[in-house]
């Protein structure tokens, strides 16, 4: 069983940046890939980015330009730069892996955004 853990969330103003990461408890390189899903405020289950092991790399419209995904396979951490944060991207935010696919077969706690004057 793999263990999850993101942190960095908290709370920015709009045009702010905050990285967030995803620490697991095993190899993140055994997953076919890992994933940032949010909840948002309204309870909304929004679709964020993947990263595949081989580097295969895929974000929602409504982030592209704004978030980076990255991993680092030998610290067994997902990254998530987030940079001209909006209200509107504030959300809970889950990592995921996938073993086989880019449908999560693992999830982490969550943390906190909150993008706000």
């Known amino acids: 069983q793999v263990q999850l853990v993101e942190s960095g969330g908290g709370l920015v103003q709009p045009g702010g940046s905050l990285r967030l990461s995803c620490a697991a408890s095993g190899s993140i390189s055994s997953f076919y890939a890992m994933v940032w899903y949010r909840h948002t405020p309204d309870e909304t289950r929004e679709f964020v980015a993947f990263?595949?092991?081989?580097?295969?790399?895929n974000y929602a419209d409504n982030v592209k330009g704004r978030f980076t995904i990255s991993r680092d396979n030998a610290q067994n951490r997902m990254y998530l730069q987030m940079n001209s944060l909006k209200p509107e991207d504030t959300a809970v935010y889950y990592c995921?892996?996938?073993?086989?696919?880019?449908?999560?077969?693992?999830w982490g706690q969550g943390t906190q955004v909150t993008v706000s004057t």
């Open positions: 995921g892996a996938g073993r086989y696919s880019i449908q999560a077969d693992y």
């Open positions: 990263i595949t092991r081989n580097n295969m790399i």
